[in-house]
């Protein structure tokens, strides 16, 4: 195989026995010398190189190419071995030797060519003279190997420093520190772990020696302290958290660990005794708690606010609806809390004022939380230089209270006007149909009366009999929802049963005298079409809105009817062209009692409450009742329901 090497890496030897052995007997001796780990020895192997040289290109013991035809070989060769010595010593002298030893080979090449004199003129161009070649490889190579190796042994000397520095400072540690070393199997596993050194305050803490525990496996090492508590090969190799906290119950200790990994098979345990503080803050908790128990005794709220309105603690009862989490207020601001800005500037203003006068400052404020809105009386006094104690008071119910009896007082002041001025408005409007049914009755016995005359008067009987009718019942409607006393049965309605009988109780019977044609719109012809509704109520809402359609049109027509909306609503209509409703009157259209004014109110009589109630049965079967009007064109009146447990309605999906 070595010669085979040779064969391929010399070109232009032939078969040279004796230096086939030489080399073969070489790399053997580099390769004993590197496994009993003699470096220099291997090393020196390449300044044979030139003796290789001689003997496949200028020795007379084998066949091979004229000299200056092998000149380049033997360069390339040379600065081969060259690159080797870069690469594998630190010894500059030995570089120096063998570029000398390399120079002095290519002129002794040149010479055994009979070219040594006239070598300058030989190559052309001269840049690939040999020695040219050899110099313009060896001069910046040995530059940045210099300069590597310059900076190679400063960092090593820093590295050096800090590792004198950082025994030293883990040496002289008030801390338990413990050197671990790891062994790593071919896949990078580790497989054990052994304490390499520790400090002397971890000697000191465990009494235990440096020389009982170094080189001993960690695990025997730690569970011999620790008696199990602390898994070494967890806390160094599988524990994300470079920080942790164990109970040393067999030393009634607690300690926190802390893990650094400054090399790959290097790890540093740090131990710190946390008993003390451990303790400390079971007695602040104790304290606390005492605190907590006395403050929950008395019914209010104590907030602990620092000068820059930072909740630094509370105190709340656990019975208390109102809840809140520590997590959730403590550290945070009163600009957080919830409040309005001008409620936390206020806070704000009132901590400052505490704490530079020494007063006491008193807020009413209402907070919203996820239990509700509750309403509070917070007073502050100063606790510290640099924070204030809030004492808040739940005044949810006394405030309530105030305000449903002084709502509870306008409404009853509200109730006895409206009762005033209904019944004086339907003493009046009573008065008007019953004095014309009273009057016309009388005339009809009259014999000489003719028939048109006669058909006249029955008509306005009737008319002011439907008058006196409709005002009763809408008086019935209003005292029901006065009294709260309206029942919703939602049931299974046929809508278009429903919205037909209402057509049937008005298209017959409008008056001659107007030229009135009523219209009916049904966007489902299914009978057995409908939802879940209160057929009653929803029946009045549109006999209302259908009775005032035909009251204000003189002409026209007046159309009743629905249409489905997005398959999950149903839209009722009640739409006319009469004479419309002024825009000055849109926000008094609902209100009771009132009447807009127009030539038809003016000349009939009316209690002005229909459309209150019909927007009050509207908005208790979930609509709400919207209307767009036009003067001398028309009124529409809508609102839609939702198509709850709808039936016999097919959507067709495209």
Request: aromatic residues 12%.
């Amino acid at each position: 195989m070595i010669v085979l090497i040779s064969h391929v890496f010399f070109p232009g030897a032939v078969l040279c026995v004796i230096c086939d052995i030489l080399l073969f007997a070489t790399s053997v001796l580099a390769v004993v010398c590197a496994l009993n780990g003699k470096n220099k020895c291997a090393i020196n192997m390449v300044f044979l190189i030139p003796v290789f040289l001689y003997g496949y290109y200028i020795s007379q013991f084998s066949a091979h190419l004229p000299p200056i035809e092998t000149v380049h070989y033997s360069m390339w060769w040379l600065i081969v071995g060259l690159m080797f010595l870069f690469f594998f010593t630190k010894d500059e002298i030995r570089i120096m030797l063998y570029f000398l030893m390399s120079m002095l080979f290519i002129g002794f090449h040149l010479y055994s060519g009979n070219h040594l004199t006239d070598s300058f003129s030989y190559f052309e161009p001269l840049v690939i003279h040999p020695f040219f070649i050899f110099l313009a490889v060896f001069v910046p190579v040995f530059y940045l190997w210099r300069k590597s190796k310059s900076q190679i042994e400063k960092v090593s000397e820093e590295l050096h420093s800090q590792q004198v520095s950082l025994n030293r400072v883990i040496q002289g540690s008030s801390f338990m520190i413990a050197r671990i070393l790891a062994e790593r199997d071919e896949d990078g596993n580790v497989v054990k772990l052994t304490v390499d050194k520790v400090n002397n305050a971890f000697e000191s803490a465990f009494k235990i020696n440096l020389y009982e525990v170094q080189g001993q496996e960690a695990d025997y090492v730690f569970n011999l302290i620790f008696k199990g508590k602390l898994d070494i090969n967890k806390t160094l190799l599988f524990n994300r958290r470079k920080t942790n906290e164990f109970h040393a119950t067999n030393l009634e200790k607690w300690y926190k660990t802390h893990v650094i990994t400054p090399g790959y098979n290097l790890y540093y345990l740090i131990l710190e005794d946390i008993t003390k503080t451990r303790e400390k803050i079971a007695e602040l908790e104790a304290s606390k708690r005492r605190y907590k128990v006395l403050l929950e005794a008395i019914p209010d709220i104590f907030f602990v606010i620092d000068k820059d309105g930072v909740y630094e603690d509370f105190v709340i009862k656990e019975s208390d609806l109102f809840k809140i989490e520590d997590a959730n207020i403590i550290g945070s601001s009163i600009f957080e809390a919830g409040f309005p800005d001008n409620m936390a500037n206020k806070i704000y203003s009132c901590i400052q004022a505490c704490i530079k006068t020494n007063s006491i400052e008193t807020i009413e404020y209402s907070l919203n939380t996820p239990n509700g809105t509750f309403l509070f009386e917070m007073r502050l006094a100063k606790l510290s230089s640099n924070s204030v104690i809030s004492v808040a008071r739940d005044i949810t119910k006394r405030k309530t209270a105030e305000f449903d009896l002084e709502k509870a007082l306008k409404r009853a002041e509200e109730s006895d006007r409206l009762k005033s001025a209904f019944l004086a408005n339907l003493s009046h409007e009573i008065r008007t149909p019953m004095n014309i049914i009273t009057n016309f009755t009388r005339m009809l016995a009259d014999a000489d009366m003719q028939q048109y005359e006669r058909v006249e008067l029955t008509d306005a009987i009737t008319e002011n009999g439907k008058q006196l009718v409709n005002m009763i019942d809408n008086t019935i409607h209003l005292s029901k929802i006065e009294t709260e006393n309206i029942a919703v049965n939602h049931s299974f309605s046929k809508i278009n049963a429903v919205v037909r009988d209402v057509y049937n109780d008005f298209a017959p019977n409008i008056p001659d005298s107007k030229e009135v044609q009523m219209k009916l719109k049904l966007d489902v012809h299914n009978t057995e079409f409908g939802f879940s509704t209160d057929a009653t109520l929803l029946k009045e809402a549109l006999s209302i809105l259908v009775d005032n359609a035909v009251k204000y049109t003189l002409a026209g027509q007046v159309t009743l009817g629905y249409e489905m909306v997005l398959n999950d609503r149903v839209k009722f209509i009640v739409s006319d062209t009469g004479i419309g409703i002024p825009k000055e009157d849109y926000e008094n259209i609902f209100s009771r009692f009132y009447r807009v004014p127009n030539s038809i109110n003016q000349s009939t009589s009316g209690s002005g409450i229909g459309l209150s109630i019909a927007q009050h049965y509207i908005a208790l079967l979930g609509g709400e009742l919207q209307f767009e009007s036009k003067i001398d064109h028309g009124t529409e009146f809508w609102f839609t329901l939702p198509f709850s447990e709808g039936k016999g309605y097919m959507a067709v999906v495209k």
